[in-house]
């Protein structure tokens, strides 16, 4: 086996995109490597990972993001408002928590921002306490659909 250490593969060419091995070949990750992305992963053949935000409890209402899960406390300020995002795509994802196991007294509502929301246009309150949603977007009928949830 041959090895080989670098700090940074480039194309030679303005081409934008470098391969690693052949058809077929498989790139083996040891144990213990962690692989960091900062640009956009595609082709990994599955959608639907949620990256939880536990930097900022949402207290507000405020806009998600694709791919983030995202702790809202409606006992700090009352009830938040979550639009979700804009022109969605099959396969994007996202996440609401009850941080302060409150829906029930202050809601959290989710404005569907022009998709539908389980095939229905409508915008849903969560209302049960301690309540987690994750919610991915199938298509322009159906639009998000929980995928899971503990309500």
């Known amino acids: 086996m041959s090895e080989v250490k ?17 058809s077929g070949d ?9 692989i960091s992305n900062n640009g956009t992963a595609t082709g990994f053949g599955a ?5 939880w935000d536990v930097a900022s409890i949402k207290t507000v209402t405020f806009t998600a993001t694709v791919g983030v899960g995202y702790f809202v406390d409606t006992a700090t ?35 569907r921002n022009g998709s539908n929301i389980g095939g229905q246009a409508v915008d ?3 209302k049960t306490d301690g309540v987690a949603v994750t919610l991915v977007y199938v298509d322009g009928t159906k639009g998000w659909k929980p995928v899971n ?3």
Request: charged share 10%.
């Open 6 to 22: 670098v700090n940074k593969i480039t194309p030679r060419t303005n081409c934008g995109t470098t391969t690693l091995g052949d």
């Open 26 to 34: 498989t790139i083996n990750i040891p144990a213990g490597v962690t």
């Open 47 to 51: 959608t639907g990972a949620v990256n």
């Open 77 to 111: 300020t009352g009830a938040v408002d979550v639009t979700l995002p804009a022109t969605p795509t099959a396969g994007d994802v996202v996440g609401i928590a009850d941080y302060a196991n409150n829906f029930a007294t202050a809601n959290c509502t989710l404005l």
């Open 124 to 126: 849903p309150a969560m």
């Open 149 to 151: 949830s503990n309500e």
